[in-house]
């Protein structure tokens, strides 16, 4: 993560300087298991200084196609293994370089590859399994970051 002033020229001709957040693309990924519970994981963020049940998710690698970065990341973080499906991707916002990839996998189970260790932060995370009926009632009060990620999900699952 990093910041560049960058400037522009506008169509008028004139120049502008903006501050760009420089961040690479993420993939989230509304997880199902085979059981109807989502597969969220707890862990605390520095932002919101809080505990928050997210979405699980990361950083693409370069090179990596964003749906491989996505089966990567749910393994690594869930240890889960499920089928996915692209839903969408956006700028995150006017000024990042951000791109968000989101996806949704349904039929998640246990992998049998060996779950990673997790690194930094992520020791202090643990994964968890809500039924996604008990969920639904309870996600606007601590809403996961990748909120957009969850509502284009739940609007693919009504199809």
Known sequence: RGLDEVIF?????????YVVKKERPTAAIFALTQDIRIILIEQFRPGPKK?????PGGY???G??????????LQEETGYA?????????????YSSR???????TRCRLSQK?????SGAEKFSRVILVPLRIWLKTMYKNPPT?????LAALRELKQ
């Open 9 to 17: 020229r506008l169509p008028d001709d004139r120049e502008e300087a």
């Open 51 to 55: 505990i928050i049940r997210e979405l």
């Open 60 to 62: 693409i690698d370069t």
């Open 64 to 73: 990596e196609l964003p749906i491989t970065a996505a089966r990567r990341e």
């Open 82 to 94: 499920g089928t996915l499906k692209p839903l969408l991707h956006f700028s995150d916002c006017a």
């Open 99 to 105: 791109i968000r990839h989101y996806f949704l996998a």
């Open 114 to 118: 060996t779950k990673a260790q997790p």
């Open 146 to 150: 990748d909120l957009a990620c969850a």
